[in-house]
């Protein structure tokens, strides 16, 4: 009898009927945003920009496959300064340094030509997917295996070459996944290159095809190793056609990425689309805002005074409309999360006064005197999850309280992103304790994010949509904050 967690394999399908429905209408207007943009930035900073990913894709990607781990720290440090072996210490890495390095580098010549292979116009085949695999494994070489008796074995590795035997991975439970048998793998290629090629003549989106593309070659499964990385390769392919940014899958996202694979493995590719669209609109963001921050390192004493001049010209000129629709949405969204949050008080204030009497439970919107509460809180968060929050433009919140022994507060605070306004707004959720201490001052505790991400809008979104949207991020917030007040009472 089969496990529950068992894959047979089948071949490749097309994408679903319903694939308009995975589209992110967010992620294209925050890639428009970006695209008008990054016109008026100094090419260099681009430059700049675009190295850093490179570096953060092919450190990123090894660690995925468990080829090496790094300290959190030095990862980032690898990424800012450059892959040396200098940047490693010694005792840090679970494997000789050397080796790393060497494996590091082969991944970035590949995300490099990545690019070269854009430029070029190159319609994408199989004989190019076979020297991305080649590239990528130039220093590996030996696979691990199981015999015929199911023992671990060491197994001499084949480069940019079909695999000759099954590869399928067994689990604990008994469960396993069936990827395409040797003798179907060539045929299975040819089906995905000529499926490929006739969705890019349909203009698929670039978040859908990439997940397409990389969902259905994992199935196929067609090297003895390697895969996952040329997967995550071709996934990068298909969004730098369209003049996004590499797309990278960090380590910390690899649970809802392997996730999503296995949901997409069901017939639900969705999910992996939405994750794929949450990692490009993540890099366009970040891109507004360090691309002008690169750009700030270069200039000259006279060319900062003259930005400063544009700067304060810019703020005196008349608010462009279609931007401030988006503080508009803003408005609305703190009002639509006091509803919320005064329906929850109200709700929760019944159970605890059972319990305590003298508990206050509240929430609270921001009023014109009150709107330069949380800043420092908020700036915290928006430093964890990467961002430049634009506190001096636009701020509303909305809080909720709880006050017992001590005072738990959930707040949702709503401000622009990035250091110039281009019609984006964000919204973070934190949560953090006020208590007493003994000499009678007001002891904080936190803030802790309540969201791994903050939700994004822009001009350009529709309206329903972004209410939609925002409604299920902020439950998951709630329930998310209840939950950690729950654990401390």
């Not at 428009?32 to 100094?42: A, H, M, N, S, V």
């Not at 920009?49 to 090496?68: D, H, P, S, V």
């Not at 095809?209 to 969902?215: N, P, Q």
Request: charged content about 25%; aromatic content about 10%; overall charge neutral.
């Amino acid at each position: 009898m089969e496990s529950k967690g068992t894959y047979k394999w089948k071949p490749i399908e097309d994408l679903p009927k319903s694939w308009p429905s995975f589209v992110s209408p967010r992620l294209h207007n925050v890639a428009e945003i970006w695209k008008e943009q990054r016109q008026k930035l100094d090419q260099s900073a681009i430059s700049q920009f675009n190295e850093q990913l490179k570096r953060q894709w092919a450190i990123e990607t090894g660690i995925i496959e468990n080829l090496y781990t790094l300290d959190r720290g030095i990862t980032r440090l690898l990424v800012e300064r450059g892959i040396e072996a200098s940047l490693i210490p010694h005792g840090t890495a679970n494997k000789p340094v050397t080796h790393i390095i060497n494996l590091m580098a082969d991944q970035k010549n590949v995300v490099e030509g990545l690019f070269d292979f854009v430029a070029s116009a190159r319609q994408l085949s199989t004989s190019y997917i076979k020297e991305i695999h080649a590239a990528l494994t130039e220093h590996q070489e030996t696979v691990d295996g199981i015999d015929t008796f199911g023992k671990s074995v060491t197994i001499s590795f084949r480069r940019g070459d079909w695999k000759k035997s099954p590869n399928n991975p067994s689990r604990p439970d008994g469960s396993y996944h069936e990827y395409c048998p040797p003798e179907h793998v060539a045929p299975e290629m040819d089906r995905l290159i000529d499926m490929h090629l006739k969705h890019q003549e349909q203009s698929i989106p670039p978040e859908i095809e990439a997940a397409w593309l990389h969902h259905r070659f994992t199935q196929i499964h067609p090297f003895q190793d390697g895969n996952g990385r040329v997967a995550r390769a071709l996934a990068t392919l298909v969004v730098l056609r369209a003049g996004w940014f590499p797309l990278v899958v960090v380590s910390d996202d690899r649970a809802k990425y392997i996730h999503d694979l296995e949901q997409a493995d069901f017939g639900k590719l969705e999910p992996l689309a939405h994750f794929f669209a949450s990692l490009s609109e993540a890099e366009f963001l970040r891109a507004l805002k360090l691309s002008e921050q690169i750009v700030t390192e270069k200039r000259t004493y006279r060319s900062m005074i003259e930005a400063v001049a544009e700067r304060l010209r810019i703020r005196t000129r008349q608010k462009i409309e279609e931007h401030n629709l988006a503080l508009k949405t803003a408005d609305m969204l703190c009002k639509t999360a006091y509803v919320v949050f005064k329906k929850l008080a109200s709700d929760l204030c019944e159970t605890i006064h059972q319990f305590n009497p003298n508990a206050i439970v509240e929430a609270t919107i921001s009023r014109e005197a009150t709107k330069m509460w949380f800043w420092d809180q908020v700036v915290v968060i928006a430093r964890k999850l990467d961002y430049y929050a634009d506190l001096r433009r636009y701020h509303n919140w909305v809080r909720f309280k709880i006050r017992e022994d001590r005072q738990t507060e959930i707040v949702v605070s709503f401000h622009p992103i990035g250091s110039e306004f281009f019609g984006v707004v964000g919204a973070s959720a934190f949560i953090e304790y006020r208590s007493r201490n003994e000499s009678g001052s007001t002891q904080l505790d936190g803030p802790y994010s309540l969201a791994d991400r903050a939700f994004v809008f822009t001009y350009k979104d529709d309206e329903k949509q972004t209410v939609d949207s925002f409604k299920r991020w902020l439950n998951d917030v709630i329930l998310k904050g209840i939950e950690e007040w729950r654990r401390q009472l």
